[in-house]
Nanobody, 124 residues
Framework: QVPLVESGGGSVQAGGSLRVSCTSS?????MGWFRQAPGKEREGVAT????????DYADSVKGRFIVSQDNAKNTLYLQMNSLKPEDTAMYYC????????????????????WGQGTQVTVSS
């Protein structure tokens, strides 16, 4: 039972920027951002290994999105730049508390704890 609370979602025009946040009692070994659009399956966006700061990104967001952490605030961030309409989705924060599976990459099966999500809508 790990509380994860996302915030910062909203509406933005294509080409704009938005930053979403995820707060927790503490950050897990691996933290990740996933998203799900209506009628579509959830997909991975970005992950970070909190001990090393190493990150991984989906090809669709590489070069546009940046995942980061603030250990003092126990907060995970996703800075989204050059937003596109296809980025429209509910964005979820997730945690992997097992060091054995926190080895890099984006694997949804590794994440067992999820937040409620924050909606991001990008208009043309």
């Amino acid at each position: 039972q790990v509380p994860l609370v996302e915030s910062g979602g909203g509406s933005v025009q294509a080409g704009g920027s938005l930053r979403v946040s995820c707060t927790s009692s503490r950050l897990a070994y691996c933290m990740g951002w996933f998203r799900q659009a209506p009628g579509k399956e959830r997909e991975g966006v970005a992950t970070i290994r909190t001990n090393s700061g190493s990150t991984d990104y989906a090809d669709s967001v590489k070069g546009r999105f940046i995942v980061s952490q603030d250990n003092a605030k126990n907060t995970l961030y996703l800075q989204m730049n050059s937003l596109k309409p296809e980025d429209t989705a509910m964005y979820y924060c997730a945690a992997d508390w097992r060091p054995s599976t926190c080895t890099g990459g984006i694997r949804m099966r590794d994440f067992d704890y999820w937040g409620q999500g924050t909606q991001v809508t990008v208009s043309s």
